[in-house]
């Protein structure tokens, strides 16, 4: 296991790439389970969730190609093998293999996932939708078992929206009988991603993108090539990154339109944002003024920057205040702010932060994924080191960082844990 240090307080310049979407890509590789020829997605993130999925097919009897961010996937002697445990555990998204697999054999048995730990995720909407659409769902040892005599065109009302529900009802439902409804449907950039590449393969699907999507089920799905769009929430890191100690960042393979929640919010502070059809330039700011935010699904402002954004408001002068609506548990990183001398509160789902105040490089700990990303912020903010744990949840979601960030311009380098360190992560 490695540990990342980062020598704090330097500008950074240049340009960086973002990286094909995480959260397309977890869904669009179990999409591939419902073809009957290769499928091949273009442009995909070296990220651990991608090389944990490769396996999983690999495991059910699917022939995988990976290289050069481009993964083929021959499905054609794919088997309904069980997931009970193993590599399904390690995987938040694991549940997409619950839609894919009840699509194409109409029976499933898979491991309750795992992932970061953000308090309950529940995926009661997700058994909600298999069930309307014929399935019988049942929680047997910890794994889920599907089966269905057959997939039945249903009409699926969300109690709540969810991306993962609506991508796990469209994958089940593209090859059932009948026409699928679903309403109250979430509307992130990675359903339509998901779509398109269903559409591809032969799919009849309308209304991604929008709160109610219309599928028209077929007897059968066929390879084809799909590029990923490109991954939003890691590009907005990079703009907070930016904007935190840049003096003058280009970030190219960008759509500005699914961040435009972030870049009104970045405006509103005070920071220089130029955009243009697929690259964001992000000049420096005099002074941060203080903003508040409130995380909403999309289009709103997303809870996976919530937590980078508060890195940046510990420059911003005054009070800010970020509420996350989406996830309560999304917090822990704030003790580990405070360690290096933030000012934050938490009240309820809010956390108030005043500044502006001078970090310090400390010893931190990475709970989860986007805490990662604001801790990596929060030590090229800071005088001094910083030294990160828990590097394995900023690899599920972050391609090439240290690479990335070395491009413009900081110290930042990876070590391996002492055995006297891994015996400290135990415990803890």
């Known amino acids: 296991m490695d540990k990342l240090k980062i020598a704090g307080g330097y500008p950074l310049t240049g340009t960086v790439r973002i990286s094909g979407a995480k959260n397309s890509a977890v869904?669009?590789?179990?999409?591939?389970?419902?073809?009957?020829?290769?499928v091949t997605i273009e442009g995909l993130p070296e990220i651990s969730d991608v090389e944990l999925l490769k396996s999983l097919l690999e495991e059910i009897g699917g022939s995988v190609q990976f290289s050069n961010h481009e993964m083929t996937v021959d499905p054609s002697s794919m088997i309904s093998m069980p997931l009970p445990n193993g590599k399904v555990k390690k995987l938040r998204a694991s549940y997409y293999l619950m839609g894919a697999m009840l699509g194409r054999f109409k029976k499933a048995v898979i491991g309750l996932p795992g992932g970061c730990h953000l308090g309950p995720r529940p995926i009661d909407q997700h058994i909600k939708g298999f069930e309307a659409l014929g399935a019988s769902v049942t929680n047997e040892q910890g794994a889920i078992y599907l089966r269905a005599d057959e997939l039945v065109g249903a009409r699926i009302y969300l109690d709540v929206v969810s991306v993962g529900a609506t991508i796990n009802i469209m994958l089940a439902a593209v090859r059932a009988k009948g026409r699928t409804i679903i309403e109250n449907a979430a509307k992130e950039p990675e359903i339509i991603d998901v779509a398109t590449l269903l559409t591809n393969m032969g799919a009849k699907i309308k209304g991604a993108g929008t709160d109610v999507i219309r599928i028209d089920g077929v007897d059968e799905l066929h390879g084809c090539r799909h590029t990923i769009i490109p991954d939003r929430i890691e590009a907005g890191t990079y703009l907070i990154l930016g904007a935190a100690v840049g003096e003058g960042i280009l970030i190219d393979n960008i759509i500005p339109q699914h961040l435009e929640s972030l870049i009104a919010k970045l405006r509103e502070m005070g920071v220089p944002i130029e955009t243009k059809d697929d690259q964001v330039f992000v000049g420096k700011a005099d002074i941060f003024k203080a903003v508040d935010i409130k995380t909403l699904v999309y289009p709103g402002f997303p809870t996976d920057l919530q937590q980078p954004f508060t890195s940046l408001l510990t420059k911003a002068e005054g009070t800010s205040v970020v509420t996350d609506t989406i996830y309560g548990a999304r917090f822990k990183h704030i003790d580990e702010l405070r360690r290096m001398n933030a000012n934050i509160k938490v009240e309820g789902r809010s956390a108030i932060v005043s500044g502006p105040v001078k970090l310090q490089g400390a010893k931190v700990k990475a709970s989860d994924?986007?805490?990662?990303?604001?801790?990596?912020?929060?030590?090229?903010?800071?005088?001094?080191?910083?030294?990160?744990?828990?590097?394995?949840?900023?690899?599920?979601?972050?391609?090439?960082?240290?690479?990335?960030?070395?491009?413009?311009?900081?110290?930042?380098?990876?070590?391996?844990?002492?055995?006297?360190?891994?015996?400290?992560?135990?415990?803890?």
Do not use: C, F, N
Not at 27 to 38: G, H, N
Not at 381 to 395: F, L, M, Q, R, S
Not at 413 to 425: F, P, V
């Open 369 to 428: 994924l986007r805490a990662g990303a604001s801790l990596i912020i929060a030590g090229l903010i800071a005088e001094g080191v910083t030294e990160i744990t828990g590097v394995d949840h900023i690899d599920r979601g972050y391609s090439h960082l240290v690479e990335k960030l070395e491009g413009l311009g900081a110290t930042i380098w990876r070590e391996q844990l002492s055995k006297e360190e891994m015996e400290q992560m135990k415990q803890a």
């Open 27 to 38: 869904a669009l590789i179990p999409a591939t389970i419902l073809a009957d020829s290769p």
